[in-house]
């Protein structure tokens, strides 16, 4: 099992659990923004994913029968402001991968999308079959990806389940691993970090038409993310069909109720401040994840945002200056 990505935050609490799933795991990270450290579940592979060559090579040498593919940028504002940057690597860098695999005859896939390709929703709670118009750079090169993937089934037989997971966050509850961004950018992580005394968080809009103003986002445990792959790569093995499915608790939680969470885990006040609206917010975005729950048998186990909050904070305060400065 190659995990692209894997020495990142999605990507080592999925190969823990394809690890503890009894899969064989192989990391596959350029580690720009990977950590050798969060890689614990089999050998790493220093490489970039627009190294055909070394990718082709590492398919063949550990006989890999299918990829999860994480690798990639994720931040939107920056998507926004190089989008040749997100294109290069998240559009040329996954094709790349995906001519490898076709080459070395790899039939299976699971990929990493996003919410962000929805764009501004239509209807909440968002189906898998609503229509997909993304408002920034990173949601396109997800759904070029996305669009690509029938015609390379119907042309080399690789089948592929998408994932579009709404708000990944979280720690894994046996306090192994966490998120370690550099810039942190998200929303739950930033706040922890202003209860700790770091700058006081900034709260981009409360003038939303939601309940308290400010927006709503579908939080889910990243733990449970990484069990959703454990069953989409089962459900290729079992059945080779592919899928797109949304990955999210189906709970909106807005960021005022965010930063309530954060006191009361931490006990500590969170110093916020109003800030502008941050471009290409939608208000609302929160999932239905029937197709999750009946075509993967997928149940959130951790995702109630007082357990996302608990094993974040748990991790930070294990971890203050995430891996690279190690325990205290
Ligand atoms: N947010 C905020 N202050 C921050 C970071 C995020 O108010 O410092 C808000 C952001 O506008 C969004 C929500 O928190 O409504 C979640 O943002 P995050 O960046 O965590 O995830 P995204 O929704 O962009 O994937």
């Known amino acids: ?39 614990r579940y089999g050998p790493l592979v220093e490489g970039d994913l627009a190294d ?3 990718l082709g090579e590492t398919l063949r040498r550990f006989e890999i029968g299918a990829v999860v593919h994480f690798a990639a940028l994720l931040a939107v504002s920056e998507s926004v402001h190089d989008p040749a940057r997100y294109y290069r690597n998240n559009v040329i860098g996954t094709l790349t991968l995906l001519e490898a695999m076709a080459a070395a005859q790899v039939p299976h896939l ?30 396109e090169t997800k759904l070029a990806i996305e669009r690509a993937l029938p015609h390379y089934e119907r042309a080399y037989g690789l089948h592929a389940v998408v994932l579009r997971y709404f708000n990944a966050a979280g720690a894994d509850p046996d306090g192994d691993l966490g998120e370690d961004h550099d810039p942190e950018i998200h ?14 968080l900034e709260i981009f809009g409360d003038d939303y038409p939601t309940p308290d ?16 792959h454990v069953l989409a790569l089962q459900a290729l093995a079992e059945t080779g069909r592919s899928a797109t499915v949304n990955l999210g608790s189906g709970h909106p939680s807005s960021v005022r109720e965010v930063i309530a969470t954060v006191e009361r885990v931490t006990g500590r006040p969170v110093p916020a401040q109003l800030a502008a609206r941050r471009p ?15 075509g993967l048998h997928w149940r959130p186990r951790h995702s109630t945002l007082d357990e996302i909050v608990r094993t974040a904070w748990a991790w930070h305060a294990a971890h203050p200056h995430g891996f690279h400065g190690g325990t205290v």
Not at 187 to 200: D, K, V, Y
Not at 217 to 226: E, G, I
């Open 1 to 39: 099992m190659l995990v692209t990505g894997g020495a990142g935050y999605i990507g080592s609490h999925t190969a823990k659990a394809l690890h503890r799933a009894g899969y064989a795991v192989v990391v596959y990270d350029n580690l720009l923004a990977g950590h050798r450290e969060a890689v």
């Open 52 to 54: 055909r060559g070394r």
């Open 110 to 139: 699971v990929f990493s999308s996003t919410c962000a390709v929805y764009g501004e929703p239509e209807e909440t709670p968002i189906v898998e079959t609503h229509p997909t118009r993304p408002i920034n750079a990173y949601g």
């Open 187 to 200: 929303l739950i992580p930033r706040a922890i970090q202003a209860a700790t005394g770091g700058a006081p």
């Open 213 to 228: 103003g400010t927006c709503l986002r579908d939080y889910v445990h990243v733990s449970d993310l990484a069990d959703a």
């Open 280 to 294: 290409g917010d939608p208000a609302v975005l929160f999932a239905a994840s029937r197709l999750a729950a009946d």
